[in-house]
């Protein structure tokens, strides 16, 4: 126990500690007497215990319908006495003395738990807690980053505090949670960049969740060389592009799509159309992760040569200032062994002007070093010009396309011809379907929910282009993300 601790009188929950904050949450306006009468233990809701200097945590059983409890700022050293509360939602024990997290098994409705600055070292226990939206256990003990793969059990948990733990010093801490907690929203009072979650899991495909949930037992390096492939195309503005994550986006709203996959001729069509579409981005983001290392090369070089520039300038600029202190001080030497002071008035003299030359020499230096470091960038900026030029046209330009054949180059307008050759088809078997279930109006080879698309022509043939211009919308919006980024850097 602290010196601050000991210097205190601890407290145990009791029935008269209860009893003084219920009647401190009653009406103001009531009697002492009156306010006694009306409390009534089971009808209790809400209970705040703060700054009680609390030791144990006991006697609250009766208020078996408690469903915020406030127990913060206390000296509770474990986690005991909450069996009963089962309809707890809302669970503060900050700023106490736990050192383990437990006694939390029977309180499945809970939703927001905070243990923000304590002394727990493990993250344990809690896997009962199904409900939690919001846990605090910042400013603990924690020192294995791994251990908090355990919270990926938690699948309602969207905000997370793990701030001023000691392994949130550790280099890839965020990206680390966040991949193994993709579900998350907000962490350490961080919004959770959307972009950052798709693309961890883009990044691994379909098998990616599993690959994160063993990453801990795999070592750092497989990790960390993860996470520079995400950064690297990130910062090649291809995110999204590797894998099917494009191509799930395009449907991920469309709830017709899966039942007109029941069409005849639907089936044969998605067996194509995916890996091709995938195919067509897989190839867009090699291409952009070839311009990215491009133009790293181009930065590097160019603060390569800047660093270069800088050297020269800085030891010629030693060089000079080394000879003038070198002529000062055989000017200060000659003075004292002479004596004279004519003498003295004239090295004085002849010293303000090589202050002089020497203001002139450095200025001249720093002109030049000028004049370099803008031709320098003048052709840094016509380079990247070029670059990023050359990148955007690549993956603007229009390359014929024939029925769903590959040329060598990938574009967004493949992508977006691939979609349009697949809505041209679907409408073909849609129409075709529809003559057919109009001659057969009994037809049971379709679905219910299937047949019932079709009682109206215009209906089914509106559903299909609407999705087909959202999914173009999107193949646009990904094109223009790119063009943005690209502009921006």
Known sequence: MSQFVSSIEPNVIDDEMVQKAIEEKCPEDLGDLARREIINWKVVKELQLSFKSILQIDNLWPLENLTKLQLDNNIIEKIEGLQSLVHLVWLDLSFNNIEVIEGLDTLVKLQDLSLYSNRISKIEHMDTLQELQIF???????????????????????????????????????????????????????????????????????????????????GAGIFILLILLCFSSKTAFVEYLNGSFLFD???????????????????????????????????????????????????????????????????????????????????????????????????????????HQLWDALMTLEALVSNDLEELLQDFKRSIDVIASTFTENFQVIYPFHTFSLTMFCTFNQCRDLEKEYHKKLVKIVIATQEKLDMDPFDESLPEDVQKLFEDKKTIVNIINTAHSVRLRKIDKRESDMLCNTYQW
């Open 249 to 355: 986006s395009l449907y991920a709203d469309d709830r017709e799509a899966a039942k007109l996959a029941f069409l005849p001729g639907v089936e044969n069509l998605l067996q194509a159309y995916p890996s091709w579409f995938v195919s067509v981005c897989g190839n867009l983001f090699n291409y952009g992760l070839e311009e990215y290392e491009k133009r790293e090369a181009e930065v590097s070089k160019f603060y390569k040569r800047y660093h270069e520039i800088l050297a020269v300038n800085q030891e010629e600029s030693r060089r000079i200032i080394s000879d003038f202190e070198s002529r000062k001080q055989r000017r200060l030497d000659e003075v004292c062994q002479a004596g004279s002071g004519n003498l003295a008035e004239c090295e004085g003299a002849q010293g303000k002007e090589e202050i």
């Open 136 to 218: 605090s256990i910042g400013k603990n003990n924690l020192t294995i980053l791994e251990d908090v793969v355990c919270l990926r059990r938690l699948k309602s948990l969207r905000t997370l505090n793990l701030s001023g733990n000691p392994f949130c010093r550790e280099e890839h801490y965020t990206l680390f949670v966040v991949a193994h907690l993709p579900n998350l929203v907000y962490l350490d009072f961080k919004l959770v960049r959307d972009s950052t979650v798709r693309f961890l899991h883009s990044l691994l495909g379909k098998s990616g969740s599993s690959i994160l949930q063993s990453l801990c037992f795999v």
